[in-house]
Nanobody, 121 residues
Framework: QVQLVESGGGLVQAGGSLRLSCAASGRTFSTYAMGWFRQAPGKEREFVATISLHGGITSYADSVKGRFTISRDNAKSTVYLQMNNLKPEDTAVYYC??????????????WGKGTLVTVSS
């Protein structure tokens, strides 16, 4: 089992940037892929980005491609989500999750509690 704790959320103006962090503990960090997902008010949780075990392969939702960058530091057991050129529609609770390298929410085995990102127009 993996314990995940997100941080870095907050209020930012449109066009601004934030970097989210997710610290993991439990199982050896380099043995599982990591993903970021988000849930906006009144909407279903959706995929944002995923990164492979050693960071060599990444994938993004079309809505964030070119603006968000996922990365990981296995020595620190931490995954990051750098978010640039934020838009009001990026407002959501952002969750990190551990599991296979996939965009499918149902396949992720462990989840953090989330961090709120609010983008004002």
């Amino acid at each position: 089992q993996v314990q995940l704790v997100e941080s870095g959320g907050g209020l930012v103006q449109a066009g601004g940037s934030l970097r989210l962090s997710c610290a993991a503990s439990g199982r050896t960090f380099s043995t599982y892929a990591m993903g970021w997902f988000r849930q906006a008010p009144g909407k279903e949780r959706e995929f944002v980005a995923t990164i492979s075990l050693h960071g060599g392969i990444t994938s993004y939702a079309d809505s964030v491609k070119g603006r968000f960058t996922i990365s990981r530091d296995n020595a620190k057991s931490t995954v990051y989500l750098q978010m640039n050129n934020l838009k009001p529609e990026d407002t959501a609770v952002y969750y990190c999750a551990a599991g296979p390298w996939t965009s499918q929410i149902a396949r992720m085995s462990d989840w953090g509690k989330g961090t709120l990102v609010t983008v004002s127009s």
